[in-house]
């Protein structure tokens, strides 16, 4: 199977900027595999995990309106990977921000999600 490996959480004064990054790796050398759509999610303390911004395979963007035109998502899909670049930071974007692989399909096994194990993005006022 596969594993989302996350990185670039950390602590930033408001105003700055962060780079998330997250590669879908095989757990065993040679294994082949698709995605389908990627996605950031984040959870803050007390609150539910929400979306942030999404991608298709074709390179199509969504975000929730609270970062829009501050977040920007891609997608490398060759290295199956996906960033999250975000800048004019907010102490409300403090939460752990979790990658999403939906539809892994790793034949013959059906296509399956897979999440990130989240990574600690700290705002401070």
């Known amino acids: 199977q596969v594993q989302l490996v996350e990185s670039g959480g950390g602590l930033v004064q408001a105003g700055g900027s962060l780079r998330l990054s997250c590669i879908v790796k095989?757990?065993?050398?040679?294994?082949?595999?698709?995605?389908?759509?990627m996605a950031w999610y984040r959870q803050a303390p007390g609150k539910q995990r929400e979306v942030v911004a999404s991608i298709t395979v074709l390179g199509a963007s969504n975000y929730t309106e609270a970062v829009k035109g501050r977040f920007t998502i891609t997608r490398d899909s060759a290295m199956s990977a996906v960033y999250l670049e975000m800048n004019s930071l907010k102490p409300e974007d403090t939460a752990v921000y979790y990658c999403k692989a939906e539809s892994v399909y790793i034949p013959p096994l059906r296509p399956t999600d897979y999440w990130g194990q989240g990574t600690q993005v700290t705002v401070s006022s």
């Open positions: 095989p757990k065993e050398r040679l294994t082949l595999f698709t995605v389908d759509d």
